[in-house]
T-cell receptor, first 117, second 112 residues
Framework: EPEVTQTPSHQVTQMGQEVILRCVPISNHLYFYWYRQILGQKVEFLVS????????KSEIFDDQFSVERPDGSNFTLKIRSTKLEDSAMYFCASSEGVAGASTDTQYFGPGTRLTVL | QQPVQSPQAVILREGEDAVINCSSSKALYSVHWYRQKHGEAPVFLMILLKGGEQMRHEKISASFNEKKQQSSLYLTASQLSYSGTYFC?????????????FGTGTRLTIIP
Protein backbone atom coordinates (compact mmCIF):
# COMPACT_ATOMS: atom_id res chain seq x y z
CA GLU A 1 0.00 0.00 0.00
CA PRO A 2 1.41 3.44 -0.87
CA GLU A 3 2.63 5.48 2.06
CA VAL A 4 4.16 8.82 2.91
CA THR A 5 7.84 8.56 3.82
CA GLN A 6 9.98 11.01 5.75
CA THR A 7 13.69 11.41 6.32
CA PRO A 8 15.50 11.59 8.60
CA SER A 9 13.59 9.86 11.38
CA HIS A 10 15.52 11.86 13.98
CA GLN A 11 17.47 15.09 13.56
CA VAL A 12 19.55 16.69 16.27
CA THR A 13 20.79 20.22 15.66
CA GLN A 14 22.28 23.17 17.46
CA MET A 15 20.21 26.27 18.04
CA GLY A 16 20.60 28.70 15.15
CA GLN A 17 21.39 26.02 12.58
CA GLU A 18 19.35 25.36 9.48
CA VAL A 19 17.54 22.05 9.03
CA ILE A 20 15.74 20.54 6.09
CA LEU A 21 13.14 17.87 6.68
CA ARG A 22 12.26 15.73 3.72
CA CYS A 23 9.05 14.02 2.72
CA VAL A 24 7.98 11.89 -0.20
CA PRO A 25 4.19 12.12 -0.49
CA ILE A 26 2.07 9.38 -2.04
CA SER A 27 2.75 9.55 -5.75
CA ASN A 28 -0.65 10.53 -7.16
CA HIS A 29 -1.50 12.98 -4.38
CA LEU A 30 -1.80 16.66 -5.13
CA TYR A 31 -2.11 18.27 -1.69
CA PHE A 32 0.71 18.32 0.82
CA TYR A 33 0.88 19.41 4.43
CA TRP A 34 3.26 19.84 7.30
CA TYR A 35 2.10 19.46 10.87
CA ARG A 36 4.06 19.41 14.08
CA GLN A 37 3.48 17.85 17.46
CA ILE A 38 5.32 18.98 20.54
CA LEU A 39 5.85 16.05 22.90
CA GLY A 40 2.62 15.12 24.65
CA GLN A 41 0.55 17.77 22.91
CA LYS A 42 -1.86 17.91 20.01
CA VAL A 43 -1.01 17.91 16.33
CA GLU A 44 -0.74 21.47 14.98
CA PHE A 45 -1.09 22.59 11.38
CA LEU A 46 1.86 24.43 9.86
CA VAL A 47 1.29 24.77 6.15
CA SER A 48 -0.54 23.34 3.16
CA UNK A 49 0.80 23.28 -0.39
CA UNK A 50 -0.81 22.79 -3.77
CA UNK A 51 0.24 23.43 -7.32
CA UNK A 52 3.70 24.54 -6.24
CA UNK A 53 2.55 27.22 -3.88
CA UNK A 54 1.45 27.63 -0.29
CA UNK A 55 -2.32 27.42 0.11
CA UNK A 56 -2.54 28.24 3.78
CA LYS A 57 -0.19 28.68 6.70
CA SER A 58 -0.60 29.01 10.42
CA GLU A 59 0.80 31.65 12.73
CA ILE A 60 3.51 29.16 13.69
CA PHE A 61 4.81 29.19 10.11
CA ASP A 62 6.79 32.43 10.30
CA ASP A 63 9.63 33.72 8.14
CA GLN A 64 11.98 31.09 9.55
CA PHE A 65 10.02 28.37 7.80
CA SER A 66 9.79 27.61 4.12
CA VAL A 67 8.53 24.74 1.99
CA GLU A 68 9.55 23.57 -1.40
CA ARG A 69 8.80 20.87 -3.90
CA PRO A 70 12.23 20.70 -5.56
CA ASP A 71 11.31 17.88 -7.92
CA GLY A 72 8.38 15.65 -8.76
CA SER A 73 8.59 13.53 -5.66
CA ASN A 74 10.07 15.39 -2.70
CA PHE A 75 8.42 17.95 -0.43
CA THR A 76 10.69 19.72 2.03
CA LEU A 77 10.33 21.86 5.14
CA LYS A 78 13.24 24.17 5.91
CA ILE A 79 13.79 25.91 9.21
CA ARG A 80 16.41 28.59 8.67
CA SER A 81 17.56 29.30 12.20
CA THR A 82 16.28 26.75 14.67
CA LYS A 83 15.13 27.69 18.14
CA LEU A 84 14.78 25.50 21.21
CA GLU A 85 11.00 25.68 20.90
CA ASP A 86 11.17 24.15 17.42
CA SER A 87 11.89 20.80 19.05
CA ALA A 88 8.96 18.61 18.08
CA MET A 89 7.84 15.76 15.86
CA TYR A 90 7.18 17.03 12.35
CA PHE A 91 4.68 15.13 10.25
CA CYS A 92 4.23 15.40 6.54
CA ALA A 93 0.85 14.45 5.12
CA SER A 94 -0.63 14.20 1.67
CA SER A 95 -4.09 13.86 0.23
CA GLU A 96 -5.40 12.94 -3.17
CA GLY A 97 -7.02 16.28 -3.82
CA VAL A 98 -9.88 15.05 -5.93
CA ALA A 99 -12.78 16.26 -3.83
CA GLY A 100 -11.17 18.86 -1.64
CA ALA A 101 -9.43 18.50 1.68
CA SER A 102 -12.52 18.15 3.77
CA THR A 103 -13.47 14.96 2.00
CA ASP A 104 -9.94 13.83 1.31
CA THR A 105 -8.13 11.57 3.68
CA GLN A 106 -4.84 13.03 4.82
CA TYR A 107 -2.26 10.28 5.14
CA PHE A 108 0.51 10.99 7.60
CA GLY A 109 4.14 10.00 7.31
CA PRO A 110 6.05 8.47 10.23
CA GLY A 111 7.44 11.83 11.29
CA THR A 112 10.84 13.38 11.91
CA ARG A 113 11.75 14.03 15.51
CA LEU A 114 13.65 17.31 15.63
CA THR A 115 15.72 18.02 18.71
CA VAL A 116 17.24 21.48 19.02
CA LEU A 117 20.03 21.79 21.60
CA GLN B 1 -10.34 27.58 17.60
CA GLN B 2 -9.49 23.97 18.32
CA PRO B 3 -12.17 21.33 18.89
CA VAL B 4 -12.61 20.04 22.41
CA GLN B 5 -12.36 16.33 23.08
CA SER B 6 -13.77 14.48 26.04
CA PRO B 7 -12.84 12.61 28.04
CA GLN B 8 -9.13 13.43 28.16
CA ALA B 9 -8.30 9.90 29.16
CA VAL B 10 -10.10 6.64 29.70
CA ILE B 11 -9.07 3.22 30.94
CA LEU B 12 -11.05 0.18 29.85
CA ARG B 13 -10.87 -3.52 30.41
CA GLU B 14 -10.68 -5.55 27.22
CA GLY B 15 -14.19 -6.06 25.88
CA GLU B 16 -15.68 -2.90 27.36
CA ASP B 17 -17.17 -0.06 25.35
CA ALA B 18 -16.23 3.62 25.24
CA VAL B 19 -17.41 6.85 23.65
CA ILE B 20 -15.12 9.73 22.74
CA ASN B 21 -16.61 13.10 21.87
CA CYS B 22 -15.30 15.94 19.73
CA SER B 23 -17.08 19.29 19.91
CA SER B 24 -16.54 22.48 17.99
CA SER B 25 -17.76 26.04 18.38
CA LYS B 26 -17.56 26.46 14.60
CA ALA B 27 -19.89 25.01 12.00
CA LEU B 28 -18.14 21.95 10.66
CA TYR B 29 -18.12 20.35 7.25
CA SER B 30 -16.11 17.31 8.23
CA VAL B 31 -14.59 15.47 11.15
CA HIS B 32 -11.61 13.17 10.64
CA TRP B 33 -10.71 10.62 13.31
CA TYR B 34 -7.16 9.37 13.82
CA ARG B 35 -5.51 7.00 16.28
CA GLN B 36 -1.91 7.57 17.31
CA LYS B 37 0.20 5.07 19.18
CA HIS B 38 3.11 6.32 21.23
CA GLY B 39 5.98 7.46 19.02
CA GLU B 40 4.12 6.76 15.79
CA ALA B 41 2.25 8.79 13.17
CA PRO B 42 -1.50 9.35 13.41
CA VAL B 43 -3.36 6.65 11.51
CA PHE B 44 -6.55 7.58 9.73
CA LEU B 45 -9.73 5.85 10.94
CA MET B 46 -12.65 7.55 9.22
CA ILE B 47 -14.24 10.78 7.98
CA LEU B 48 -17.65 12.07 8.95
CA LEU B 49 -19.20 14.60 6.60
CA LYS B 50 -21.96 17.12 7.10
CA GLY B 51 -25.16 15.42 6.02
CA GLY B 52 -23.39 12.10 5.76
CA GLU B 53 -24.01 8.73 7.28
CA GLN B 54 -22.57 7.16 10.36
CA MET B 55 -19.28 5.49 9.52
CA ARG B 56 -17.68 2.28 10.73
CA HIS B 57 -14.15 0.88 10.84
CA GLU B 58 -14.13 -2.68 12.19
CA LYS B 59 -15.79 -2.40 15.62
CA ILE B 60 -15.31 1.35 15.77
CA SER B 61 -18.08 3.60 14.54
CA ALA B 62 -18.68 7.33 14.56
CA SER B 63 -21.49 9.79 14.10
CA PHE B 64 -21.77 13.50 13.42
CA ASN B 65 -24.46 15.61 15.05
CA GLU B 66 -24.76 18.76 12.95
CA LYS B 67 -27.02 20.54 15.42
CA LYS B 68 -24.50 20.16 18.22
CA GLN B 69 -21.41 20.38 15.95
CA GLN B 70 -20.21 17.27 17.70
CA SER B 71 -18.84 13.96 16.55
CA SER B 72 -18.77 10.86 18.70
CA LEU B 73 -16.50 7.87 18.28
CA TYR B 74 -17.87 4.59 19.59
CA LEU B 75 -15.48 1.77 20.46
CA THR B 76 -17.33 -1.49 20.95
CA ALA B 77 -15.91 -4.59 22.61
CA SER B 78 -12.52 -2.92 22.87
CA GLN B 79 -9.38 -4.84 22.01
CA LEU B 80 -5.85 -4.33 23.30
CA SER B 81 -4.90 -2.97 19.88
CA TYR B 82 -7.28 -0.04 20.38
CA SER B 83 -4.94 1.52 22.92
CA GLY B 84 -3.56 4.87 21.84
CA THR B 85 -4.50 8.52 21.65
CA TYR B 86 -7.50 9.39 19.52
CA PHE B 87 -7.56 12.74 17.79
CA CYS B 88 -10.35 14.40 15.90
CA UNK B 89 -9.41 16.78 13.11
CA UNK B 90 -12.04 19.19 11.90
CA UNK B 91 -12.62 20.91 8.58
CA UNK B 92 -14.99 23.80 8.11
CA UNK B 93 -15.43 23.80 4.35
CA UNK B 94 -15.28 21.69 1.25
CA UNK B 95 -12.59 23.90 -0.27
CA UNK B 96 -9.57 22.11 -1.57
CA UNK B 97 -6.45 21.79 0.52
CA UNK B 98 -8.05 22.94 3.73
CA UNK B 99 -6.12 22.41 6.95
CA UNK B 100 -7.36 20.14 9.71
CA UNK B 101 -7.61 21.57 13.19
CA PHE B 102 -6.95 18.86 15.73
CA GLY B 103 -8.35 18.40 19.20
CA THR B 104 -6.17 17.78 22.24
CA GLY B 105 -6.68 14.05 22.06
CA THR B 106 -8.17 11.30 24.22
CA ARG B 107 -5.76 8.77 25.64
CA LEU B 108 -7.32 5.31 25.65
CA THR B 109 -5.74 2.52 27.65
CA ILE B 110 -7.05 -1.02 27.34
CA ILE B 111 -6.04 -3.45 30.04
CA PRO B 112 -6.41 -7.24 29.80
Amino acid sequence: EPEVTQTPSHQVTQMGQEVILRCVPISNHLYFYWYRQILGQKVEFLVSFYNNEISEKSEIFDDQFSVERPDGSNFTLKIRSTKLEDSAMYFCASSEGVAGASTDTQYFGPGTRLTVL
Amino acid sequence: QQPVQSPQAVILREGEDAVINCSSSKALYSVHWYRQKHGEAPVFLMILLKGGEQMRHEKISASFNEKKQQSSLYLTASQLSYSGTYFCGTGISNFGNEKLTFGTGTRLTIIP
